[in-house]
């Protein structure tokens, strides 16, 4: 492989495949390099096809599996025999902790896009306005005029399930046909209207084809089956990700090179220049130092992976890390939390069944704090939320009588389930270790991060809320509940190289460029100034297909 190209991305998750993605189309030659290991679409997905019985422990994670995932498997139950190999062993990976973090990693070709919830949410001005309104942390640099038009563009080609739903604080964007609700969350929506202020019971908004376009299948995309095995990749290309949808289109362009089983050591600086000439790269098998060299870079190794290789990127000229004038490169890190609403069993209903296995639920989007609303803190939340017909497993029941037990279905239940804004607050951090360092002999990352009196006020009404809708709608055996789960859980870091107006106040300026680097794009979590109370990838690939167009135009230029 040459060792010279026109752009590095780093990072092949959701935000970096769809950078290599733009820039190969733009005509750039760009190598696109991946910590993990290489995944083949398709045939990579060694347990997307196969029946449970075909588990030597039924999907369960033995022993000597769990002991490579010490801190992930505490929190998380996809480390098993259908999806661990799709997540980082804490074993192999480590990293310190002033306070409990839980942080839940994909390195492989694709990263995160395998295991993602899929999701996709636009912010609106309120969002992108609430921290000058409020005094919090810093001004976002953009509003929603400046990335609306590349909402558009990335959901035409991400392919999004969703309904126009009039919402101003949630904009609509460009839709395919929803996944039709159930009956019990038809009868929701109906029974909540008009009884709860702001309430809106929607579709799910998530990248799952229901009607490709000509250009998805072009690629190999095809409708979702309805299996909900999302988890072990989609052999039918249905759900929106790197291996699916933007690493097929950057392959056919000839323009891409890719390098797995590589650690980026740190962005290299040409104090001549006062541009970055490259990325050192230590090779995660052999331990041999490369040094890789291109025009522009993109930072897309997550939100805690980018701001790990800023911080390591020291110079005469940035001796606290790139771009780090500001001093707050590694702070105001963010996560939503979550955990916190009510499940409840529906009455009636008896004659129905969920039609295949829908991998979406739906959605209520944000009303607190919105309008005349006004709560005793800050911001707000939405809630997922899902409905299963049970089956009637009767814990008493041993033998034929238990095989019996679960031939006959039980009750409807529903669940609400929020997911919250959290501040951006300057003691939420993460900084590279004086002492301990990887195999490879890196710093190692160190989180300190907790969720503060906002976040408690907050989970109040998350619990409440979920369950007054429930008996405004008339269910029965309503259970609230609010298990508070630290940072890193609900895996959307966002953070730690804000965007800004200026290098006094940020790390990135309103183009994703990294202050007194101009050749220098972050365009993953680590950009985000606030975190909203929406998912927020698809906000990610908006940024991303943003900065990209602007790089192309600015290398036309010369000016990087």
């Given at each position: 492989?040459?060792?010279?190209?026109?752009?590095?991305?780093?990072?092949?998750?959701?935000?970096?495949?769809?950078?290599?993605?733009?820039?190969?189309?733009?005509?750039?030659?760009?190598?696109?390099?991946?910590?993990?290991?290489?995944?083949?679409?398709?045939?990579?997905?060694?347990?997307?096809?196969?029946?449970?019985?075909?588990?030597?422990?039924?999907?369960?994670?033995?022993?000597?599996?769990?002991?490579?995932?010490?801190?992930?498997?505490?929190?998380?139950?996809?480390?098993?025999?259908?999806?661990?190999?799709?997540?980082?062993?804490?074993?192999?990976?480590?990293?310190?902790?002033?306070?409990?973090?839980?942080?839940?990693?994909?390195?492989?070709?694709?990263?995160?896009?395998?295991?993602?919830?899929?999701?996709?949410?636009?912010?609106?001005?309120?969002?992108?306005?609430?921290?000058?309104?409020?005094?919090?942390?810093?001004?976002?640099?953009?509003?929603?005029?400046?990335?609306?038009?590349?909402?558009?563009?990335?959901?035409?080609?991400?392919?999004?399930?969703?309904?126009?739903?009039?919402?101003?604080?949630?904009?609509?964007?460009?839709?395919?046909?929803?996944?039709?609700?159930?009956?019990?969350?038809q009868h929701f929506k109906e029974q909540i209207k008009g009884k709860k202020q702001g309430i809106n019971v929607i579709h799910a908004r998530q990248t799952h084809l229901t009607a490709p376009t000509e250009e998805q299948t072009a690629i190999g995309r095809a409708s979702c089956q309805y299996r909900n095995m999302c988890s072990r990749g989609c052999p039918y290309g249905a759900y929106f990700s790197t291996q699916s949808a933007t690493l097929p289109v950057a392959k056919l362009t000839n323009n891409l090179s890719i390098l797995t089983n590589a650690n980026v050591k740190e962005v290299v600086y040409d104090e001549k220049t006062q541009k970055a000439s490259g990325v050192s790269v230590i090779d995660s098998i052999t331990n041999e130092e490369t040094t890789y060299t291109a025009k522009i870079i993109f930072l897309n190794a997550s939100t805690l992976g980018s701001t790990q290789i800023l911080m390591n990127s020291k110079s005469s000229r940035f001796p606290n890390g790139m771009g780090n004038d500001s001093g707050v490169l590694g702070h105001y890190l963010m996560d939503h939390h979550f955990g916190a609403g009510a499940v409840a069993e529906v009455e009636g209903f008896e004659d129905h069944i969920e039609f295949g296995r829908r991998p979406n639920g739906f959605y209520v989007p944000r009303y607190r704090n919105i309008?005349?609303?006004?709560?005793?803190?800050?911001?707000?939340?939405?809630?997922?939320?899902?409905?299963?017909?049970?089956?009637?497993?009767?814990?008493?029941?041993?033998?034929?009588?238990?095989?019996?037990?679960?031939?006959?279905?039980?009750?409807?239940?529903?669940?609400?389930?929020?997911?919250?804004?959290?501040?951006?607050?300057?003691?939420?951090?993460?900084?590279?270790?004086?002492?301990?360092?990887?195999?490879?002999?890196?710093?190692l990352l160190v989180m300190s991060a907790e969720y503060k009196e906002n976040e408690t006020?907050?989970?109040?009404?998350?619990?409440?809320?979920?369950?007054?809708?429930?008996?405004?709608?008339?269910?029965?055996?309503?259970?609230?509940?609010?298990?508070?789960?630290?940072?890193g859980r609900c895996i959307h870091e966002m953070g730690t190289a804000r965007m800004g107006h200026t290098d006094k106040d940020s790390v990135l300026n309103k183009n994703n460029q990294v202050w007194g680097v101009p050749n220098v794009f972050v365009t993953d979590g680590a950009c985000m100034t606030s975190s909203s109370a929406v998912n927020p990838s698809l906000t990610y690939m908006a940024l991303t297909a943003r900065a990209a167009n602007f790089a192309v135009e600015e290398l036309k230029k010369q000016n990087l």
């Open positions: 492989m040459k060792n010279s190209f026109d752009a590095i991305v780093v990072g092949s998750g959701i935000s970096g495949g769809y950078a290599a993605m733009e820039l190969t189309k733009k005509g750039l030659k760009v190598l696109m390099i991946e910590r993990g290991r290489t995944v083949e679409h398709i045939v990579d997905y060694t347990t997307a096809t196969k029946n449970p019985w075909e588990f030597e422990h039924r999907g369960k994670s033995s022993l000597e599996v769990l002991k490579e995932y010490p801190k992930t498997s505490r929190v998380y139950n996809k480390i098993n025999e259908f999806s661990s190999h799709f997540y980082t062993p804490d074993a192999q990976y480590p990293y310190a902790e002033d306070k409990r973090f839980d942080w839940i990693r994909g390195y492989q070709l694709g990263g995160k896009s395998l295991i993602w919830g899929r999701i996709a949410l636009r912010m609106s001005d309120v969002d992108f306005e609430a921290n000058a309104k409020e005094g919090i942390a810093t001004d976002w640099p953009i509003r929603y005029k400046d990335i609306q038009t590349w909402y558009d563009y990335v959901e035409k080609f991400v392919g999004v399930s969703g309904n126009v739903d009039k919402i101003p604080h949630l904009p609509d964007g460009v839709f395919q046909p929803p996944m039709a609700f159930s009956c019990v969350e309008g005349s609303d006004k709560r005793d803190y800050l911001r707000g939340f939405g809630y997922e939320g899902e409905s299963k017909r049970h089956k009637n497993n009767d814990p008493d029941a041993f033998g034929a009588d238990f095989k019996n037990s679960y031939t006959k279905f039980g009750p409807w239940k529903i669940e609400l389930s929020a997911f919250a804004e959290t501040l951006p607050y300057e003691d939420n951090k993460v900084y590279l270790s004086e002492t301990e360092k990887d195999k490879w002999g890196l710093p006020k907050m989970r109040v009404d998350m619990k409440n809320d979920a369950a007054e809708m429930f008996e405004l709608a008339g269910f029965k055996n309503i259970k609230p509940y609010d298990e508070i789960r630290g940072f």
